[in-house]
């Protein structure tokens, strides 16, 4: 069974930056898997980053972009700030109307 | 602007079923650009995605819980349903209905509700 994954934790300093990865355990993530981004703080729904690899969601500040790097989905981070530090989420369509997360990458900016 | 608002019982027991429901306000459930999903979340852990519903009734389901999981859509009260069925301690999370793109993503989430299975 192909799991999604992700890096369970990345630290970065403030003002740089960071790109956090979405891979498969079988194959490679392409732009037809319509990779999502989600932030999460604790205690609160998700919040829509990135959807359709690349494509900034409404109100997202422009340090945050999507890509596609190798064989993985990509979030970068460009001067990152105190309250980037969460969690993120990465989405993969699966196809056959299904979807799977990755388990999540832990933030840390210090 | 839409909103979902999930509804259901904080408290299940072991065995039991699990039902949630989620309103969806500012916007018609009938709308053929989305379908409309459930994701979980147990305590400190990752998002699992659950199903989701198209408002045809159409269905798609996580196969981990496919046997046990039944999603659907009343368009009369503008409100689509989770149910659970068998619930062990596993089952305990923070449930959140979302409303789910064409492309395969979620662009508006509920505010989430806690379910605990105890006895």
């Known amino acids: 069974q192909t799991v999604v994954t992700q890096e369970p934790s990345f630290s970065v300093s403030p003002g740089g930056t960071v790109t956090l990865t979405c891979g498969l355990t079988?194959?490679?993530?392409?732009?037809?898997?319509?990779p999502s981004w989600y932030q999460q703080t604790p205690g609160q729904a998700p919040r829509t980053l990135i959807y359709?690899?690349?494509t900034r969601s409404s109100g997202v500040p422009g340090r945050f972009s999507g890509s596609i790097l190798g064989n993985k989905a990509a979030l970068t981070i460009t001067g990152a700030q105190a309250d980037d530090e969460c969690d993120y989420y990465c989405?993969?369509?699966?196809?056959?109307?299904?979807?799977?997360f990755g388990g999540g990458t832990k933030l840390t900016v210090l | 602007q839409l909103q979902l608002q999930e509804s259901g019982p904080g408290l299940v027991k072991p065995s039991e079923t699990l039902s949630l429901t989620c309103t969806v306000s500012?916007?018609?459930?009938?709308?053929?650009?989305?379908?409309w999903g459930w994701i979980r979340q147990p305590p400190g852990k990752g998002l699992e995605w659950i199903g989701s519903?198209?408002?045809?009734?159409?269905?798609y389901y996580t196969p981990s819980l496919k046997s046990r999981v039944a999603v659907s859509v009343d368009t009369s009260k503008n409100q689509f349903a989770l149910k659970l069925s068998s619930v062990t301690a596993a089952d305990t999370a923070i449930y959140y209905c979302?409303?789910?793109?064409?492309?395969?993503?979620?662009?508006?989430w509920g505010k989430g509700t806690t379910v605990t299975v105890s006895s």
């Open positions: 979302a409303r789910v793109d064409s492309y395969y993503y979620v662009d508006v």
């Open positions: 500012g916007g018609s459930i009938s709308s053929g650009s989305f379908y």
């Open positions: 519903v198209y408002y045809s009734g159409t269905t």
């Open positions: 079988s194959g490679s993530v392409s732009s037809s898997y319509y």
């Open positions: 359709s690899t690349s």
């Open positions: 989405l993969l369509y699966m196809g056959g109307g299904n979807v799977l």
